[in-house]
């Protein structure tokens, strides 16, 4: 099973980013082999619909778990007829949020906001 | 003759201007391009009003021709398809209506098909011809209407229009000024006025539009504005003081010049030295 999550950086001690969609990086964790790869997000300079071409490469990168603080509804829409089960994570590490996922303490992400499109957010 | 009037931040008196030389001019054509928020209709309150809905193209797929290539997903600059579990999915709301993706299907499994954006509606107050864009809340671009608008506008050699531009100096700005004879800057005093004003005057510059300044909200204070105006040697049609009197006319939707004699004179003076200045620079740049 892959668990994908946006990360400031390359490295497993990385902060989750707070965007999905514009993210420099994405972790896609795999929990059998315990391998990581860091894949750079070709979406983060995108014109717009990042969200929607994020979400394309964590469905081209199979994973099946993604764990984000937030989303958009564009991308919601893009990962769940992927059948990706969307978790919110929490403060700290990319480590600390799958070892959390992992002992089933991550609850589903039930708010899918509609969207910034360029008009910031917060 | 089509004056544009714009400013590079929403509030600046866009409205007040072109809405207020437009009635001053008597015969004339207002058309109100800033389709997020149009506003010139509450003060000219147009009678007789048709409506036109307007519509872009956005792609259809026909999933028996669609192989799952790609090609469109990879094209579309703005992200507007995504290619899922052998589905290929369509975002109307980020979709600029470009084509491409039609263009770039080898498999010719894309079509295209119309979806309403927003409407024009056309009416009259007075001798005075008002067109109103109002773009649906949420689409991508106005851009489509504001060139409806100005393309349906058929100029008639001594009428004025005058165009209410969106606020800013993006595509839809550039839309909106880009076949008008001159355009009025309408600036602040204060420092983010300057900022604002400067982002509309390199725009105005890139279109090699001639153009003047009318300052707006004018206090006894020094005027920054005034102050750029004078370093870059740019032409000041005139001035609008920060007025109570004013301000409240405006902002009950009245047009001022039409209820109070000394605002006639205002509006009317800057319209003349408008007109002077439209002939004046089409001689010396042609």
Do not use: W
């Amino acid at each position: 099973m892959k668990i994908a999550i946006p990360v400031d950086e390359k490295a497993l001690e990385s902060n989750v980013c707070v965007s999905f969609g514009r993210t420099p990086y994405f972790l896609i964790y795999d929990v059998e082999t315990k391998e990581s790869t860091f894949i750079d997000n070709t979406a983060a300079a995108s014109t717009g619909g990042a969200g929607i071409k994020a979400a394309q490469i964590i469905v081209d990168n199979k994973a099946d778990v993604l764990l984000t603080p937030r989303l958009g509804e564009n991308a919601a829409d893009v990962l769940e007829p992927a059948d990706i089960k969307i978790f919110k994570s929490i403060a700290g590490t990319a480590k600390e949020n799958i070892n959390a996922y992992i002992n089933g303490k991550l609850s589903l992400l039930d708010e899918i906001h509609s969207g910034f499109h360029g008009h910031g957010g917060n | 003759m089509k004056i544009a009037v714009l400013s590079g931040k929403g509030g600046a008196g866009k409205t007040l201007v072109s809405v207020n030389l437009a009635a001053v001019a008597k015969t004339s054509a207002y058309i109100d391009c800033d389709v997020e928020e149009p506003n010139g209709h509450l003060f000219f309150k147009p009678v007789g009003i048709q409506e036109e809905k307007i519509s872009v193209r956005i792609p259809k797929v026909d999933v028996k021709l669609c192989n799952g290539c790609r090609k469109c997903v990879e094209f579309c600059n703005f992200n507007a398809l995504a290619y899922i579990k052998n589905n290929l999915i369509i975002f109307d709301d980020v979709c600029h209506s470009c084509g491409g993706c039609i263009l770039v299907c080898p498999e010719k499994a894309l079509t295209e098909e119309p979806k309403v954006i927003g409407k024009v509606q056309r009416g009259v107050s007075d001798k005075i011809m008002v067109s109103t864009g109002i773009l649906n809340t949420g689409e991508a671009t106005g851009i489509p209407i504001i060139n409806k608008l100005l393309s349906e506008e058929k100029p008639q050699r001594n009428q004025l229009t005058f165009i209410d531009c969106p606020p800013g100096s993006a595509c839809i700005v550039m839309e909106s000024i880009k076949d008008a004879d001159y355009c009025v800057l309408v600036a602040e005093p204060t420092l983010f006025g300057v900022h604002n004003l400067n982002m509309i005057y390199e725009l105005v510059n890139l279109f090699n539009k001639p153009f003047g300044v009318i300052l707006n909200k004018c206090l006894k204070e020094k005027n920054l504005a005034e102050n750029f105006c004078i370093e870059k040697n740019i032409k000041i049609i005139g001035r609008i003081p920060f007025d109570n009197e004013l301000g409240t006319l405006n902002s009950n939707a009245e047009i001022a010049s039409n209820k109070n004699e000394k605002y006639r004179e205002l509006f009317s003076s800057l319209l003349d030295s408008v007109i002077k200045e439209v002939p004046h620079e089409t001689t010396t740049n042609t």
